[in-house]
């Protein structure tokens, strides 16, 4: 495997248990993304993308394998340096959102930086200008009960950037959207990879948007990857 | 984290549910209050104690008894059974015992004036006091009359608020309190020198006709009593005298040797005195004595002691009395801790609902960086504001509920004559714990519920419903 990758997983694999019922989500996956791309990922209902995602995102622990980003052994943090990681290096966005519904739009986007340690002032101030990024500066004092499906998912990309990571993971970000607003909001990602850099995770059903903007595909089917398609070659 | 930012998320949270912050909050804060409450009144009672005993100079006095005590009949000549439980006391609590073959010294006139003579000793009288009706027009009261020299009555011993103790042994007169004034319907006790006040005594009355009168009565009546009525003049009223007080203010009414001598009396409560010789030298049944300060009491003592008399000072159960203290502390602690439980578990209930309802958002905080420890302080100020707040209002809750209580106690014990005075005391240390406490209580309280924010596991709190 190549020492350049910047994402890399080997033979990651997730079991749930219930009870005696053991239920592999995931099984033996090994790939690597480099650096500043943009990866697609799809499979049917249940095949494992969330859980693949939320592992890329230290949300989860691995049942076995290794997860490595920029050489560092993710898999092995403890749960402090865990947390840590999710703060700094990652951004995660997800389908239903998940916004504070008792927080404002800017306040939103602010809340990751309060567990930074950031100054209150200083937390105002980049959230603002992140709401300037994703075009809701006129909205940032509204709750998200107050905004559309992509306006919330809006405020959410923003709230991910905010710790200025350097991967962004989506889990279905486009699934509560219709087609024009799931549009507009892979276009935001695609942007943020093509001109700030950042590595793009992105769980999609929608075959054609990825194909319009991803460098790759990969399908998952039953835990483990089935299929890999590269896209567009890095430059 | 910041602490501000703590303090500002636990604040804004509560905030929004301002309900139910309200009422878990109300719990705590009746929860201190009537701790508070307890505890002041507690303390009330301590600090009135130990002050009194201050004030009328109670760790100055030693109370001396016959070595055997008013036990042998014909020892004690002076009608006073008061003087023979003390004795009984002394005895229990030591001092040394004389040889048994040695017979024990009386204590009478010439000890009495030893005793006076030892260095350190300011005032040395005895106890005599013997039960007695006094009378003031139509009102009439049981009472014990304590004998008192005039020398010692003059010597600062009491404190009068009008007039003066009498200047002789032999005169009619005698010093009363305000307190038992005011039971006699006497209103301003600065009008009532000069009264002519009745005190009558009852004695044994043997003779044969009384005899004969108790075989054949019905209705019991006739007891062999007969009741003897004295004329005396009010020449002092003194101010705050009572159970509390030292031996000679333990009675309400003074009267000099000389008058007592002329009058025939009959302590109810000694037997002894039934069987004792008339006549004879007078032996007392207890004799106290003032020290100049409570350090001479030790020496005192041991000097009084070593002239073969018992010896019993207030000073020796000044430790025995803060025991007594405290666990009378102990036990309202236990009373008001009740009111903590509940308000605990209120707070509890509350964290619990609190992190159920935001379980989705703690799901939030962990996948945007916030490790354990930050959702568990998150949450922890919060129980701990709610702490803060229940320790701050109950504190004045409880305050105040003191202060309506003080007040119907002062107005009741006005009735029965009694001076005015605070039954609660708010020490500085009392007030700070009670707000410490309620914190680390609510802390304790929100240990389980936070634990268990911090242990969310964000995959599952996250996952779309
Ligand atoms: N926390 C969990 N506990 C138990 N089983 C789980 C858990 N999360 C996922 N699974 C199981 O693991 C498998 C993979 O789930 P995952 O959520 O990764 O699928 P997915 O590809 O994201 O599906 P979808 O497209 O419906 O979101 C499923 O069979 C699911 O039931
Ligand atoms: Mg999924």
Not at chain 2, 200 to 208: E, G, I, P, R, W
């Amino acid at each position: 495997m190549d020492v350049d990758e910047f994402i890399e997983t080997k033979d990651l694999a997730k079991v749930y248990t219930f009870g005696t019922v053991e239920v592999a989500a995931l099984r033996a996956v090994t790939l690597s993304v480099a650096r500043g791309r943009l990866v697609g990922v799809t499979g049917a209902s249940g095949s494992g993308k969330s859980t693949l995602v939320n592992l890329l995102g230290g949300l989860d622990r691995p049942s076995s394998g290794s997860i490595r980003v920029d050489g560092r052994l993710v898999s092995d943090l403890s749960k402090k340096e865990l947390a840590l990681y999710r703060r700094n290096t990652v951004g995660m966005i997800f389908q239903s959102f998940n916004l504070v519904n008792a927080y404002t739009a800017v306040e939103n986007v602010a809340f990751p930086l309060l567990f930074a340690g950031v100054a209150k002032s200083e937390r105002l101030r980049r959230a603002e200008e992140l709401l300037v990024t994703v075009g809701l500066e006129a909205r940032k004092d509204h709750r998200p009960t107050e905004l559309s499906g992509g306006e919330q998912q809006r405020v959410a990309i923003a709230r991910a950037l905010v710790n200025r990571p350097q991967i962004l993971l989506a889990d279905e970000p486009t699934g509560n959207l219709d087609s024009k607003t799931s549009r507009q909001i892979v276009e935001i990602l695609a942007n943020l990879n093509k001109h700030q850099g950042l590595t793009v995770v992105m769980i999609s059903h929608e075959k054609d948007l990825l194909r319009e903007f991803a460098d790759e595909l990969i399908g998952l089917h039953d835990g483990a990857v089935v299929d890999r398609e590269v896209l567009r070659q890095p430059l | 984290m910041r602490i501000s930012d703590y303090i500002g998320q636990a604040c804004g949270n509560l905030w929004k549910k301002k309900l139910r912050t309200f009422l878990t909050t109300s719990g705590v804060v009746i929860g201190v209050g009537a701790l508070v409450c307890m505890l002041a009144f507690g303390q009330g009672i301590q600090r009135n104690v130990t002050d009194q005993f201050k004030k009328l100079d109670l760790f100055n006095y030693v109370n001396v008894f016959a070595a055997g005590g008013p036990d042998r009949p014909g020892e004690s000549s002076d009608p006073d059974d008061d003087g023979g439980r003390r004795a009984e006391h002394g005895r229990r609590r030591g001092g040394p015992v004389p040889d048994a073959n040695q017979p024990s010294p009386r204590l009478d006139a010439q000890a009495l004036e030893r005793i006076g003579e030892i260095d350190g000793v300011e005032a040395a009288f005895p106890e005599m006091r013997f039960p007695a009706q006094i009378r003031l027009g139509a009102k009439e009261l049981f009472t014990l009359v304590q004998v008192l020299p005039a020398d010692v009555g003059r010597s600062g011993l009491i404190t009068l608020r009008s007039g003066a103790c009498y200047a002789s042994n032999e005169p009619n007169e005698l010093v009363i309190s305000d307190s038992l004034l005011h039971r006699l319907g006497v209103k301003d006790p600065e009008t009532a020198l000069g009264t002519k006040i009745e005190v009558a005594t009852l004695t044994l009355d043997f003779s044969f006709t009384r005899l004969l009168q108790m075989v054949f009565s019905s209705g019991g009546q006739a007891l062999p009593f007969a009741r003897e009525n004295y004329a005396f003049t009010v020449v002092g009223v003194a101010g705050r005298m009572g159970f509390m007080g030292p031996l000679p203010m333990q009675s309400d009414v003074l009267i000099p040797p000389g008058a007592a001598a002329k009058m025939r009396k009959l302590s109810l409560t000694s037997v002894w005195d039934l069987f004792a010789p008339s006549g004879g030298t007078a032996s007392y049944s207890a004799v106290t004595v003032k020290v100049k300060s409570p350090q001479q009491v030790e020496p005192v003592k041991k000097e009084i002691e070593s002239q073969g008399f018992r010896t019993f000072a207030l000073m020796d159960q000044l430790e025995q009395m803060r025991i007594g203290f405290l666990i009378m502390d102990m036990f309202l602690i236990a009373v008001g801790m009740i009111g903590i439980t509940v308000a605990s578990l209120g707070i509890v209930n509350t964290m619990v609902m609190s992190i159920l309802e935001r379980y989705r958002e703690i799901g939030i905080m962990k996948a945007v960086g916030a490790t354990d420890g930050d959702v568990q302080r998150i949450f922890l100020f919060e129980s701990g504001t709610i702490g803060l707040l229940g320790g701050l209002f109950g504190l004045s809750l409880g305050w105040a509920v003191s202060m309506v209580i003080n007040e119907v106690i002062n107005i009741l014990m006005a009735r029965q004559g009694a001076p005015r005075m605070d039954y609660f005391s708010f020490p500085w240390w009392l007030c700070l714990g009670a707000i410490l406490f309620s914190i680390l209580v609510s802390l304790l309280a929100g240990v389980y519920p936070t634990r268990r924010a911090a242990r969310v596991d964000p995959v599952v709190a996250l996952r779309h419903d």
